[in-house]
Each structure stands twice: as structure tokens, then as C-alpha cells.
């Protein structure tokens, strides 16, 4: 146990929809990266917050953005959504920004775009 | 972009084998983290190294930093069933401004 959380676990959209993922911190974690994660595939970065503002940026259209909240939870929002889209998204949190610290990762939500 | 290549990308052993796993970047790293993920869930963090020819362990987990700061390696002695999972390494660009996961080795141990 992580102490990172995600909901929903699963969830199903169709193409052109938009979707949104919710990600509790760990306590004491300020910090918030998400990833995205195809099947038979490592994580890809998506982007990290840092309180609540982007603090950094993965290779992913700027139809994927995020939120973090002051009480350092985090959304990531996808619009349009797109076939390729399926994967399962990971939220991890660390102490602090740096993509060099150590960072905790919920279970993650499945998410399938039909 | 950065592409983390991982061999072998399977491996299948016996109980109480030793495994070797090796990871390769195209650009130095000044971070090596590796990591393991188990189906269903996130990955967990085995083991972090932050310095070129840095050898460290984590129970029967062994893993060194390479000296040319572009490769890292990881051990693990004595398998057990419970380390079957895929191994991923991991690092943040020297950027700071994005992370790679590898493309993943994974361990199946047959009892």
C-alpha cells in the first residue's frame, strides 16, 4: 500500500469523449505525475505538478491536461478522446518536485476508449 | 525522444536461479531507478541510484549505475516465485523536465 489513490479503477468511454481521473496523494506528498501506461508497455510521463502549477511536460497534445488542487490532489482531463487513448493511467506522488525524487504509484484507472 | 531499452525482455528460470537484467540509454542519466510492477498494480520502487559506479542492494536485489552513466544493471539471487512481475528501469532526463520508464524484462520463475 502506497497510500496514492485512483478512481475510478475502470472506465469506458467512446471516441470524442472527455474523461476525467482523480488522484489522492500520499500525506505529506506535494507532489503529482502522471503517467500513461499501454498495454505490453513501460509507463509514458504525461506531465507532474507541483503546487498546482505543471512542472513539466511529457510528448502528449495538449487535449491531455491536469489540475492539482491545494490540498495536493490531482485530475488529469482528457478531451476528444481518441481509440489509442485505452491504456491504463497511473498517478504517482513524491515529496517533492524533481522528477529525480522518489515518487509512490496508485493502482491505477483502466481506462478503454471504444 | 528517449528510449530506455531493457534486455532480455523475458526471461523464464527456475527457483533459485540468478537473474540478470540490464538496462541502456541512448543519453547519460544522472538517475537510475529501477522498479516492479505487478499485474493489476503500479509500479513499486526497488531501488534508486544517483551516482556513476554506485553498487547497491536491497535484500537479494542488486544494482549497479554504470560508469559511462548510460546503462544500469539489475540482480537478483536466489529467485523465488514472488519476484515474477516485469522489471522496469526508470529516470528522469537531466532536464528534469521529463521521466522514461524502460521497455520492461519480464520474470517468470517456475516453482
Redesign the interface.
Given at each position: 500500500e502506497?497510500g496514492?489513490t485512483q478512481s475510478p479503477t475502470h472506465l469506458i468511454k467512446t471516441r470524442g469523449q472527455q474523461v476525467t481521473l482523480r488522484c489522492s496523494s500520499q500525506s505529506g506528498h506535494n507532489t503529482v505525475?502522471w503517467?500513461q501506461q499501454a498495454l505490453g508497455?513501460?509507463?509514458?510521463?504525461i506531465f507532474?505538478y507541483y503546487r498546482e502549477e505543471e512542472?513539466?511536460?511529457?510528448?502528449f497534445p495538449p487535449r491531455f491536461s491536469g489540475l492539482q488542487f491545494p490540498n495536493y490532489s490531482s485530475e488529469l482531463n482528457v478531451n476528444a478522446l481518441e481509440l489509442d487513448d485505452s491504456a491504463l493511467y497511473?498517478c504517482?506522488s513524491s515529496v517533492d518536485r524533481?522528477?529525480?525524487n522518489?515518487?509512490?504509484?496508485?493502482?491505477?484507472t483502466r481506462l478503454s476508449v471504444l | 525522444g528517449q528510449q530506455l531499452n531493457q534486455s532480455p525482455q523475458s526471461m523464464f528460470i527456475q527457483e533459485g536461479e540468478d537473474v540478470s537484467m540490464n538496462c541502456t540509454s541512448s543519453s547519460i542519466f544522472n538517475t537510475w531507478l529501477w522498479y516492479k510492477q505487478d499485474p493489476g498494480e503500479g509500479p513499486v520502487l526497488l531501488i534508486a541510484l544517483y551516482k556513476a559506479g554506485e553498487l547497491t542492494s536491497n535484500g537479494r536485489l542488486t544494482a549497479q549505475f554504470g560508469i559511462t552513466r548510460k546503462d544500469s544493471f539489475l540482480n537478483i539471487s536466489a529467485s523465488i516465485p514472488s519476484d515474477v512481475g516485469i522489471y522496469f528501469c526508470a529516470g528522469p532526463e537531466n532536464t528534469g523536465n521529463q521521466f522514461y520508464f524502460g521497455t520492461g524484462t519480464s520474470l517468470t520463475v517456475i516453482p
Open positions: 502506497t496514492v505525475s503517467y508497455q513501460g509507463p509514458q510521463f507532474q512542472n513539466g511536460r511529457g510528448n497511473l504517482a524533481g522528477l529525480g522518489i515518487q509512490y504509484f496508485g493502482a491505477g | -
